[in-house]
């Protein structure tokens, strides 16, 4: 059905950022010729007006190029049903951030272990740890990626924002972001401030150095800085970054 654009709303803690950039520009041009091709995904919401479950790009050009209206499904359906539609409709676009991912890929997982659970109360421990596995399997195999890669992008919400930034923005590679994921939170705040002052980058083997460090309970303030001042010794000596 049509339905007016202020009254659909935004999914609580949709993980993928709505960008005013190129992409979107042409989208609204689209719209303008040729209105909304494919209708978006909504449920009615407990508040009033219906939330998007698929379809958040297309209500911000829809509003863009001053459409009023977009076509769209409307489903009931639970929570977890929609967390889980929600990211399978948005993860596998182009440009998605290293942080979306890890977002999306945990809210789903917590969603499929929930409904696991209601489906398997009388399971152990054990049962809940292999429902989990076959869980991040299946959104691998949902998600075109392997499994561990989808459980490396989870394990990057373990990141304070300011690194997790620095991943999306690409100034730390994936492979030494998830190494750095392992630190405490305290460890990554001081890490931090080293890599803004210094100016510098950790590289893989630096990260896997200080999560070593960090879990044998030997990682100073004044280790992390040395470690990072030896990656910006070895750039001044040969004129590249390691």
Do not use: C, W
Not at 231 to 237: F, L, M, N, P
């Amino acid at each position: 059905m049509m339905l007016p654009v202020s009254e659909l709303h935004n999914f609580p803690g949709h993980p993928f950022q709505v960008r005013d950039d190129e992409e979107m520009e042409k989208l609204a041009e689209s719209i303008t010729q040729h209105g909304v091709l494919i209708p978006g995904l909504v449920r009615p919401r407990a508040a009033g007006g219906y939330e998007i479950v698929a379809g958040h790009r297309r209500k911000f050009a829809s509003m863009k190029a001053g459409i009023r209206e977009m076509p769209v499904i409307v489903r009931d359906m639970d929570d977890d049903t929609a967390v889980i539609l929600m990211v399978d409709s948005n993860v596998q676009r182009e440009n998605v951030l290293p942080s979306e991912k890890a977002r999306a890929y945990k809210m789903k997982l917590d969603a499929m272990k929930r409904q696991g659970e209601r489906t398997d109360l009388t399971s152990g421990h054990t049962g809940q740890k292999l429902k989990s596995i076959y869980s991040v399997e299946k959104i691998a195999q949902d998600a075109g990626e392997s499994t561990k890669q989808v459980q490396r992008y989870i394990r990057l919400n373990e990141l304070i924002p300011q690194l997790l930034e620095m991943v999306d923005g690409n100034e730390i590679k994936f492979n030494p972001a998830y190494e750095l994921a392992f630190l405490r939170t305290e460890e990554q705040a001081v890490l931090y401030d080293i890599l803004q002052a210094e100016e510098v980058t950790p590289s893989l083997s630096q990260a896997q150095r200080l999560k070593r460090a960090s879990q044998e309970g030997r990682l100073s303030e004044q280790d992390i800085a040395a470690i990072m001042r030896e990656e910006k010794a070895q750039t001044r000596d040969t004129g590249k970054v390691t």
